[in-house]
């Protein structure tokens, strides 16, 4: 009677012992997973100066997918030193956007991960492969218009002059034939896209530096037409929202300050312009 008393209570005390075990693994797990919603509800915050550059196409993307974000301007070379000397910074560059508990460098590993996230990179791998065939045309074009104020006073017209050709006769023939061709109301299938976002980035971008540059692109005027007045772009496209300006004398001493550069370092090549730090 003894032994079989001692067996139960000895039952009941491991059954006890395996219940909290088990109770603390399930408190443990939902403090993980509480966690884990916390960082992903959590806004994106942005790292940069305070321009365009390479971050505004990130401003572009998560203001179309509906996303709230913080940004963190450098106003001083010692700001980018401090974020360079935390450690988070891969490659020691910018942008930067601490999103779902990552530190994501590199623009186009941003721009991807947040499309992906946002179902604006297609329905599948073909699709995205055709959104990446527009979207690294695309981003040729912007480079030589985001590198272009820096360019030398001497140099300036031959420059644009070089800009809106290629635009004219390179890039934008492209997408006025895609949009003619399958009459879709978007670059990629038929659905809002990573590429009709960056496509009307940059037609905005080269209206900047000649404003009737889509005269000769009807499909184009009215795409461009069409995607402003989608809600989330519109509210994108008001006075006051995130959106940056172009670059102006002030923007341009605070990056160098920031970034260290100065003008006269960007040269012509092939059909980019190439940056040298």
């Known amino acids: 009677m003894f032994a079989l008393s001692s067996c ?3 039952g009941q005390q491991e059954e006890s012992s395996s219940t909290s075990v088990l109770v603390r693994l399930f408190v443990l797990s939902c403090l993980s997973e509480n966690q884990e919603l916390r960082i992903m509800a959590a806004k ?21 997918a509906g996303v709230e974000y913080e940004e963190v301007l450098f106003q001083t070379a010692e700001d980018f030193k401090n974020l360079i ?3 988070k910074l891969m490659y020691d560059q910018v942008p930067m956007v601490e999103m779902d508990g990552m530190s994501i460098v590199q623009t186009r590993a941003i721009l991807k991960y947040i499309a992906t996230k946002y179902n604006l990179y297609g329905k599948d791998l073909k699709e995205r492969a055709i959104i990446d065939m527009y979207v690294e045309g695309m981003r040729d074009l912007n480079d ?13 017209q031959k420059i644009l002059n070089y800009i809106l050709e290629r635009a004219t006769q390179r890039f934008f023939p492209v997408y006025e034939k895609t949009l003619k061709d399958h009459g879709k109301n978007y670059l990629v299938g038929n659905q ?4 009709d976002i960056h496509l009307l980035e940059l ?18 005027q009215e795409f461009k037409t ?3 007045k989608l809600p989330r772009i519109q509210k994108f496209l008001q006075p006051g929202s995130p959106r ?11 990056a160098k300050k920031t970034l260290n550069f100065d003008k006269g370092l960007f040269f012509k090549y092939s059909s980019t312009i190439i940056a040298k730090f």
């Open 8 to 10: 139960i209570q000895g």
């Open 44 to 64: 994106p915050k942005l790292y940069y100066f305070d321009g365009r550059g390479r971050m505004e196409s990130v401003r572009w993307l998560l203001a179309a």
């Open 85 to 87: 000397k935390s450690g």
């Open 144 to 156: 030589m218009i985001m590198f272009f104020p820096f360019s030398l006073p001497e140099e300036k």
């Open 192 to 195: 809002l896209s990573w590429a």
């Open 203 to 220: 037609i905005l971008m080269v209206e900047e530096c000649k404003s009737d540059a889509l005269s000769a692109f009807p499909k184009l």
């Open 226 to 228: 069409r995607i402003s």
């Open 244 to 254: 940056k300006a172009p670059l102006n004398d002030a923007l341009y001493e605070t």
